[in-house]
């Protein structure tokens, strides 16, 4: 399962392939997080349940095809470096290039059945019993996203979906080949420590460094928990009160899709009003640093050492 887009024109506009009724009906699906039936009876625009069901598929592959350039990880020195600049102005943290986290998006037990997926099902059950993809986000201080992910189901473990995510393989070979000892991101407790993903301290007590810094950490990474809260409060398709009834894949693309309207959101500066409800999420599950390269730990316990000691004592 993957998320990624198909490579399309950079240039804005829809091009070809839904008329007026049928983007309508596709883009009225994942703000009210409607079911196609009782978005087809419409009295506006009324279309039978089939209509509707192509009407999504085609405005979904449409804004995927020619908007998937929105959402972009830093990569130029002139961006890492402004991702990083607001970071600080804000949070007085140096070196953050973006924040990160998991967020389930349900789906339909139905589907996964009807759908021929290759795999068990019960892989896609997650630990609150429902059965989900385990979606990555990486968002800036500004809250645009930054990064996707979308290709694993619901029990999968969110240290697991980073380890092989394609932004932890390019910030580990920026470390290791480019000598890069001052970019990272911030995560919480459930991801393991390392010199380009910072964790917090638990426990630590609050009039220490350590302490100030995981209050700083807490403050900067509650930018990841507000861009989730406003994409699931803006796109309710996406909230566990209105499952999916889709193949995984195409669930997929559903997310990718609302996580461009979000940014076209965010570059015209509308805001949303976060609904709490919408980001009400698994609790933590702290990593188990005895399952993790001892090299990778000690090199982040170092990293996060150095930011405590130059900027928190």
Not at 23 to 44: F, M, V
Not at 129 to 134: A, C, D, E, V, W
Not at 233 to 250: E, G, I, M
Not at 257 to 262: A, E, F, N, S
């Amino acid at each position: 399962m993957t998320g990624t887009a198909a490579a399309g024109s950079e240039e804005g506009g829809f091009a070809g392939g839904a008329d007026d009724g049928e983007g309508e009906k596709g883009l009225k699906a994942t703000p009210q997080g409607s079911y196609q039936n009782s978005i087809g009876q419409d009295y506006r625009s009324p279309m039978s349940q089939s209509s509707v069901s192509r009407s999504i598929h085609v405005v979904i592959d449409i804004i995927i095809d020619q908007f998937h350039h929105i959402i972009k990880f830093p990569r130029t020195v002139e961006e890492i470096t402004v991702t990083k600049n607001r970071f600080f102005q804000r949070f007085q943290l140096p070196g953050v290039v973006g924040c990160i986290d998991c967020t389930h998006v349900p789906i339909s037990g139905e589907a996964l059945v009807l759908g021929n997926i290759d795999v068990p099902r019960l892989v896609f059950m997650n630990r609150k019993g429902y059965f989900s993809l385990n979606c990555q986000i990486i968002c800036d201080s500004n809250l645009r996203i930054l990064h996707m992910g979308a290709r694993f189901p619901g029990s999968v473990h969110d240290a697991a979906i980073w380890q092989l995510s394609d932004i932890q393989v390019y910030l580990r070979r920026r470390f290791f080949n480019n000598n890069d000892e001052t970019t990272w991101l911030l995560g919480d407790s459930a991801y393991p420590l390392t010199p380009y993903l910072l964790t917090p301290i638990n426990g630590a007590d609050p009039n220490t460094p350590e302490g100030r810094y995981t209050y700083a950490h807490r403050l900067a990474r509650n930018s990841i928990e507000r861009c989730i809260g406003v994409l699931k409060t803006a796109w309710r398709c996406l909230h566990k009160d209105r499952v999916l009834k889709y193949h995984p894949l195409f669930v997929a693309k559903i997310f990718y899709t609302c996580g461009i309207l979000h940014n076209i959101m965010r570059m015209r500066n509308i805001e949303i009003e976060i609904d709490y409800d919408m980001h009400n999420e698994l609790e933590v599950e702290d990593f188990n640093d005895a399952d993790f390269n001892v090299q990778l730990l000690h090199l982040g316990r170092q990293r996060r050492n150095n930011v405590i000691q130059n900027n928190f004592l």
